[in-house]
């Protein structure tokens, strides 16, 4: 199938790090940055792909969280096992509020919007719920088993989430090719349009949004077996449904290297403002919030769009060349 | 100021941390043998700086900052040749994401020891992570009970947990209302609902009823609250003797201030780690919200003189003595002590000397230390009571300086 | 519970932080009826008129009510400023890109702050803040009464300025039908900077309302944020008489639940409505039938 090379070398070359470099520090942040990634690929699916953007894919992540958690911490259930559950739990969720969503033809601002009351009714739920412990939250007792999916060393960790990105990166591209990727685009740029030539809108949109939950839930199943804590501000926070838009969007949405990318841009930027701002609270936040500005003013379309403008632009360069050759002749 | 200083001391050390992690774990296998005399020992100091705890963690940063300063200028570390304690300094964002990823900053920054995290939330995480290189941390504040049950042999916890502030307040509540001659009955708990509030409110839900007090309702709220006024209505309609606060600070001030606006006055308010209850800002900005409010909190050791000295420090720069700076202070001052005794750097032997600890040179009431599964055996809360513009320590008697006022006087 | 000794005050307090959250969204109908953009930095520009007011009265020993007649043109400019300078020309025009120029707009507003200003919380303590007027069996904290009437004056005055005015028909118009607008001559960036300068107005007059009663820290006017969305919502985006109603009904809505379930859990009734409100009738309660 085309398109797999660029992925293929891209997760190989992620890959050797840990090969590279045994510094945790390091590993850690590319961890949370690969989390960030999955998420967010999840979000482009259906944000990228589907037109529809969710303020409140927090939804997701935080019942993958807290449905691995719970499992194992009340029920005694194998993590892998809870992994699994969690990934289904979420995708259950995403077909439910799809379902409820689509079918009262919610679009665009409203869509984004149910999407976010519903994020922040799960949120308040969770932090009064005796069974996620409430506002104490759930604590993963600290074992450090293979089988109990935790690791004494990060690599492990490391390696598992970027396998996770790259079935996520395959399994978009496997969607790009097919004739469900290319209703999802049609309902995308004109719906209506798409729904009179016999393409069912609702049906589409709501694939989209299960699948799209599912990855994101993997992200929150992966998140309470690395960081073994979770509370109602964790799972289900604004925090996550805003990183899950930010890495798509500034990496290139609807594309399929987008989200990583912008992952790995946006974590790097925060890094970087914080070595050069040193320890003024709030400064390094200030820079960051500007960069980000003038990132979207620069390159509307994310850091793909950048390279696919050059290079369209290379190939409207090379074509013009001839033609005046020929006149210079003529 | 003092912050230029720490500023240009963060940029290089962070410089360092990544110099140093990427050029891999050489630094953390260094045997203390190979330490030069007078290498400064490096100290991970980590607070929720920026986010919705910033206050917090300021205030925290602060007072571990103070107790450096202190050290150093009075020589420092004088087993290993005077040398001197950097810190490296860590914000955790006010996430356990946050906190975890300065954990592994500092590691690879050859820390000695952590201390700090605030949020009971990033200790559980932080204190996690630095497990897994047997890097001692020491918890300031974090209250929850799970942070010393984890078996983690690293975390050690100064001050107190949950169960012991629960039984300490419940105790001394019980001292207070006997010695008035019993007024109070009925009880209503007003709690914020993430960790510590609702942890603490079903503890003292379980043993209010056994002391002989009834509890007429449990009121959560989540944090921000923007509105009080219905929960001053239900307390006026209700009207329990005492109403029991356990909130963060804003939250704390708004519901006193309703409470004063709606003229609801209950014989007593009682809190439980109130966030405003013992804190001289409220008392400062709030007079008449705030007096006669009793809280069962951190508070100092009024009668040592090292903690009024710091008092006074604190004061003069124009900030607030709340508790996460002589908390801190007390933190710094005893892993400073352990290094002392291990006579090293090394985590594993400051590990060891923390557990044998029995250090009194804080300035907190606890007594000298002792760690029993991470959790220092003489930490416990004290009474505080605001009478006029002052907050007075009313039990225990060791460290009283006033009797209590209960019931309160009507208004 | 259900007696009218509570019942009654309940209502009363939930009617006059009806009528403030009413303002804030207010502002924020209006942005995001006319540049159908969900504003990110409304939040962050609420807490830096809090911040204004909390100055004034501390540097200036200005009444906030008093301060509200100066901060108001000044966070006018200070909107029309971002949305002629900043927003409209990085974000090109997309829906996306202005949502995450507002994001940044946000991030760098709430860290301005905090960088400046510190985490600590300010309050002021009005003099007449504690005063109350008795209403049947409520106490009607001073305050809020105050703030109560003058945000529904502003609702009142912002309305008549959408009937009668030039600006106000041209705003409408804009947000009617963009393309047609345009064409009929109406400078529409100018139009879009006017809203936006509004809301933020609406902000400025807002902050006022809440600074004697509230307080102010950097992340502080975070609260109203998801709560003013729902009322836009709830109201019919663009629609000024919606805001106003909406508010006081949410504000209802909010304190009662917060009576029956307890202020946590009380707190869902708010988004529960919403939810229902979008997927049964998202043109709002009191907007016009899409």
Known sequence: MKGLVPIVAVVALLATVPLITSSNVVLNFLVVALLIALVGQGWNLLGGYGGQYSFGHAAFFGTGAYVTAILQVRYGVNAWLGFVLGVAAGALVGAVIGALSFRSGLKGSYFALVTLAFAEVLRIVASVSPITGAGVGTLISLDLRPMAFQFQNRAPFYWIILAMVGLSLILIRMIEHSRFGAYLVAVRENEDAARSLGVNATIVKLCAMTISAAVTAAGGCFYAQYFLFIDAGIAYGSWISIEALLAPIIGGIGTVLGPLLGALVVKTLGELTKIVTGGAPGLDLVIYGGVLILVIAIAPRGIVGIFVDLRGRMRRSKAAAPASLERGHG | MGSQFLLSRRRLLAGTALGAASAAAGSIAMPAVLRAAGTPVKLGVLHPVTGALSYSGQQGRLGASMAIDDINAAGGIKALGGAKIEAVLGDAQSTPEGGNAEVEKMNGAGVAAIVGGYASGICLAASQTAARYDLPYIVDVGVVDSIVSRGLKNTFRFGPGFGVIAKTALDNLVTINDQAGKPAKTVMIVHEDSAFGSGLAKLLNAQLPERGFQVLETIPHPTPTRDFNNVALKIKAQNPDLVIPANYYNEYVLLARTMQQQRVRPKGIYSVLGGAASSYKFVKEFPESAQYIMDCNHWFDPKNPKALALKKKIEDKHEFYTYEVYMNYSCVLLLADAIERAASADRAKIITALENSTFAGHVMPYGPTKFVNGQNQGAAPVNTQVVGSDILVIFPAAFASAKPVFPMPPA | ?290
């Open chain 3, 1 to 290: 519970m259900l007696s009218s000794v509570i019942l009654f005050p309940a209502l009363l307090n939930g009617l006059m932080t009806g009528a403030v959250y009413a303002l804030i969204a207010l502002g924020l109908t209006l942005i995001y009826g006319v540049l159908h953009i969900i504003n990110f930095a409304h939040g962050a520009l609420l807490t830096a008129a809090m911040f204004a007011a909390f100055f004034g009265y501390q540097w200036l020993g200005l009444d906030p009510y008093v301060a509200a007649i100066g901060l108001a043109p000044l966070f006018y400019v200070l909107g029309y400023g971002l949305q002629r300078f900043v927003i409209g020309p990085a974000a090109h025009g997309e829906d996306r890109n202005i949502l995450l120029v507002t994001l940044g707009l946000a991030v760098v507003i709430e860290n301005a702050l905090l960088y400046a200003f510190r985490a600590d919380t300010r309050t002021i303590n009005l003099p007449y803040a504690f005063n109350v007027i008795e209403v049947g069996t409520a106490f009607l904290a001073v305050p809020r009464v105050i703030a109560f009437a003058i945000a529904i004056g502003v609702a009142l005055a912002l309305w008549l300025i959408m009937r009668w005015t030039d600006a106000g028909k041209a705003i409408r118009a804009v947000a009617k039908e963009k393309l047609g607008a345009e064409l009929s001559g109406i400078d529409v960036a100018h139009i879009y900077a006017v809203t936006f300068g509004l809301g933020t107005a609406c902000l400025a007059i807002a902050a006022c309302l809440l600074i004697p009663t509230y307080y102010v820290n950097p992340s502080a006017g975070n609260a109203f944020v998801l709560i003013a969305f729902t009322i836009v919502v709830l109201g019919g985006m663009g629609s000024v008489a919606g805001a106003l109603l909406g508010g006081l009904f949410v504000g209802v809505i909010e304190s009662l639940s917060g009576l029956y379930l307890g202020e946590s859990l009380g707190q869902i009734g708010i988004f529960v409505m919403f939810i229902l409100v979008l997927l049964f009738r998202p043109s709002g309660l009191f907007g016009e039938r899409a």
